[in-house]
């Protein structure tokens, strides 16, 4: 029964979704993350100096709307490199590689920022759901499980012992009316705050969050149980 009543709902989506990203990806690839930023920054010691931000930086829109060329979505977002490859043996598929791509960002000085950063692939999924006749999945419905995939992603993440220290979250609202530069600023605000984290100077207060940055405060879901899918309530939203 109350299989059922999830299912109806749809509630187990955005569940599935972020342990099948966890277990199939995420817990693959971050525990190596920090030995490729070693590798990359002993042949390029001045483009990774924060330690802090030695992290895989995973994009959460919640409108699921993900660009393949993140150079696309921004042209403040600039291609630089791949870190070093991965490569194992999976499910069947010989020398399969995982590797992610160093970026760099520029800011209002036009002063370059690095980090690894890409988008979380499950939202994908989500969104074709939602075009797809046969999901019968809503617009409406198609937030709901974005936010819940975060908050299930982030809950994960946080008891994952191999992966402490590897990532950050970025989980954000797209702006109503498009911004030229809204994706970089995002990522900025993220990797200030982890220079202050590392370099904190006590004179200055940190950077204020910018209105469309969620934390899991924010995003605080309730699901119903009951035999009618249910909208997930969000404070923030």
Known sequence: EISEMSESSKQNVAHGLAWSYYVGYLKIVLPRVKKSMEEFTSNNPNLLACRKTWKLHILIPLSCDVYDDLETADSNIQYLTDLTETTLARAGTKKRVYKHSLYAIRDEEN??????????????????????????????????????????LEEILKDSKECAGTYRLIAYEEPGEAETHFLSREILWHLRQQHHEEFPVHEETPPPAPSTTLDSAELNLQISMSDLPQPLRSDGF
């Open 111 to 152: 002063e370059l920022w690095h980090c690894a950063v890409e988008y979380a692939t499950p939202l994908q999924s989500l969104y074709a759901m939602s075009q797809d006749e046969c999901a019968a999945f809503s617009r409406e419905e198609r937030l709901e499980q974005a936010k819940l995939f975060y908050r299930t």
